[in-house]
């Protein structure tokens, strides 16, 4: 069964970090762009961070610049979001999401996560 897996989710105080994990069961990811996709109680889905199969290429949405990372380990078949100096506006579902070709548009994207709850509160 092909599919992706997110973990790292929490609850965290604003100002502070979590690290999301997406593994990929049934598939390798070094032939897929990867990206990490957020959504908020009503809100549209939008593109947080996306980067290419060979890491050359890497973006992020304005209002995580300079506090989130995105990274892939391919031996290990995983992708990881590194978010930092996190902000109540960041409470959302976050998704992972493979697809061929790098693009920062969802509906590119072939493989879905589940999600996995981030909440940033006092």
């Known amino acids: 069964q092909v599919r992706l897996v997110e973990s790292g989710g929490g609850s965290v105080q604003p100002g502070g970090s979590l690290r999301l994990s997406c593994a990929a069961l049934?598939?390798?990811?070094?032939?897929?762009?990867i990206a990490w996709f957020r959504q908020a109680p009503g809100k549209e889905r939008e593109e947080v961070s996306c980067?290419?199969?060979?890491?050359?290429?890497?973006h992020y949405v304005n209002s995580v610049k300079g506090r989130f990372t995105i990274s892939r380990d391919n031996a290990k078949n995983r992708v990881y979001l590194q978010m930092n100096s996190l902000k109540p506006e960041d409470t959302a579902v976050y998704y992972c999401?493979?697809?061929?070709?790098?693009?920062?548009?969802?509906?590119?994207?072939?493989?879905w996560g589940q999600g996995t709850q981030v909440t940033v509160s006092s």
């Open positions: 980067i290419s199969r060979n890491h050359s290429t890497i």
């Open positions: 999401a493979a697809a061929e070709l790098l693009s920062r548009t969802s509906s590119r994207y072939d493989y």
């Open positions: 049934g598939f390798t990811l070094d032939y897929y762009a």
